[in-house]
C-alpha cells in the first residue's frame, strides 16, 4: 500500500473519529435532565409555583376608593413615577402579625413603582418574593421598605420563609395587571 493512500485513509478515520465525538456530545446535550423526584424544590421549580395568571375581572385600586375585594390593600398613596410619565409610584403598607400578611395583597398595573412598607407586630419575619428576588428580614417592632418596578403581568406569592413558607398562613400577593 503506498504511503499516499494510507495517509488518505488516517485523515478519513481522523474526519469519521470527530464527528462520532461530535454527535455524541450533541445526543447527550438535548436528552432530557434526571429526574428531581424526591429532591428538594429547585429555585427554577420554586418559581413557577409563586407565579401565577391574574384573574379575569380585577381592578386596580386608587387612594380615594374603597376596595371591595377583602384583605387587598388601598394605596397610602399613588404619585407619577416621574415627570411626564404614565406610570405611577404606589406605595403601600403591611402587617406582618400573628403569622399573617395584613392586607394579604396588592394590585398595581405593569410597569408602575411599588413601595411596601412591611411592619413585624409580633416577632421577626422574613418576606420573601423570589419572582423579584426579595428575601428581606424584618426584625419586631421595625418596619422594612421595599420597592421594585412591576414588570410582569401576573399574580405573584410572597411569603414568610421562617413561618413555614408556601405552605404557612403567612402567604400573599402581588398582583400585576396589564397597563391602562
Same mark, same amino acid.
Given at each position: 500500500? &503506498?504511503? #499516499?493512500?494510507?495517509?488518505?485513509?488516517?485523515?478519513?478515520?481522523?474526519?469519521?473519529?470527530?464527528?462520532?465525538?461530535?454527535?455524541?456530545?450533541?445526543? %447527550?446535550? &438535548?436528552?432530557?435532565?434526571?429526574?428531581?423526584?424526591?429532591?428538594?424544590?429547585?429555585?427554577?421549580?420554586?418559581? #413557577?409555583?409563586?407565579?401565577?395568571?391574574?384573574?379575569? #375581572?380585577? &381592578?386596580?385600586?386608587?387612594?380615594? +376608593?374603597?376596595?371591595?375585594?377583602?384583605?387587598? @390593600?388601598?394605596?397610602?398613596?399613588?404619585?407619577?413615577?416621574?415627570?411626564?410619565?404614565?406610570?405611577?409610584?404606589?406605595?403601600?403598607?403591611?402587617?406582618?402579625?400573628?403569622? %399573617?400578611?395584613?392586607?394579604?395583597?396588592?394590585?398595581?398595573?405593569?410597569?408602575?413603582?411599588?413601595?411596601? #412598607?412591611?411592619?413585624?407586630?409580633?416577632?421577626?419575619?422574613?418576606?420573601?418574593?423570589?419572582?423579584?428576588?426579595?428575601?428581606?428580614?424584618?426584625?419586631?417592632? @421595625?418596619?422594612?421598605?421595599?420597592?421594585? +418596578?412591576?414588570?410582569?403581568?401576573?399574580?405573584?406569592?410572597?411569603?414568610?420563609?421562617?413561618?413555614?413558607?408556601?405552605?404557612?398562613?403567612?402567604?400573599?400577593?402581588?398582583?400585576?395587571?396589564?397597563?391602562?
Amino acid at each position: 500500500m &503506498s504511503k #499516499n493512500i494510507r495517509y488518505l485513509i488516517t485523515v478519513a478515520a481522523v474526519i469519521i473519529l470527530i464527528f462520532l465525538i461530535v454527535g455524541i456530545s450533541k445526543i %447527550k446535550k &438535548s436528552s432530557p435532565p434526571p429526574s428531581t423526584q424526591g429532591t428538594s424544590p429547585t429555585e427554577e421549580v420554586k418559581e #413557577n409555583l409563586t407565579h401565577l395568571a391574574v384573574p379575569e #375581572n380585577i &381592578s386596580v385600586p386608587e387612594t380615594n +376608593q374603597e376596595t371591595t375585594l377583602p384583605d387587598v @390593600a388601598k394605596p397610602i398613596s399613588v404619585s407619577p413615577a416621574a415627570p411626564q410619565s404614565d406610570r405611577s409610584l404606589r406605595k403601600f403598607e403591611i402587617k406582618a402579625e400573628g403569622n %399573617k400578611f395584613t392586607p394579604k395583597e396588592i394590585i398595581v398595573y405593569e410597569k408602575d413603582i411599588v413601595r411596601i #412598607n412591611i411592619t413585624a407586630v409580633d416577632k421577626d419575619y422574613d418576606w420573601a418574593l423570589p419572582d423579584y428576588g426579595f428575601n428581606v428580614k424584618i426584625v419586631k417592632s @421595625a418596619t422594612q421598605t421595599v420597592e421594585f +418596578q412591576a414588570t410582569t403581568v401576573g399574580k405573584f406569592i410572597f411569603y414568610c420563609e421562617s413561618c413555614g413558607g408556601l405552605k404557612s398562613s403567612a402567604i400573599g400577593y402581588v398582583t400585576v395587571v396589564p397597563a391602562r
